[in-house]
């Protein structure tokens, strides 16, 4: 699958706390309701493992919306809690963004992040539903 760099929302970021996504995707100022009409989710595509090293690491993965280009003061479209063993290299996961929305004009991803060594490295970006049903991710790694 071929990703569209303006729909990346981070790309390979190694995220060991709670954080927001590198990138934002600007909406513009009006007509924001994207995915009305065809179904859009975030494709999180995992470059490196969860660690899961004393067993009480937790990761939830957050659509969120924004007034701001920062992400600060965010809005949250959806939250998915994903278990770490779900999260090894080479897997892919998705969290749906709700039909209507966003409102504001920019999107992102934030990563929650829980326990004594969360660490993951994720690339996340927004791609119709109906493309990740048959689709393979490899780590970048040759």
Known sequence: MFLDAL??????????????STNTI??????????????????????????????DETY????????AANLSSPDVLVRRVIVAADL??????????PIGT????????NY???????TITVTAAVVPQEFVAQQDYYPGVF
Request: aromatic share 2%.
């Open 7 to 20: 729909l990346l929302l981070s790309d390979a970021q190694a995220v060991t706390t709670d954080a927001v």
């Open 26 to 55: 600007d909406l513009g100022a009006a007509n924001r309701k994207i995915g009305t009409g065809k179904p859009l989710v975030v494709l999180l595509a995992i470059d490196v493992a969860a660690d899961i090293t004393t067993g």
């Open 60 to 67: 939830a993965f957050e659509v969120i919306q924004s007034a």
């Open 88 to 97: 090894k290299a080479g897997r892919t996961q998705t969290v749906g963004i």
């Open 102 to 109: 966003p409102t504001k004009q920019y999107l992102g991803m």
């Open 112 to 118: 929650d992040t829980g326990g004594t060594t969360p």
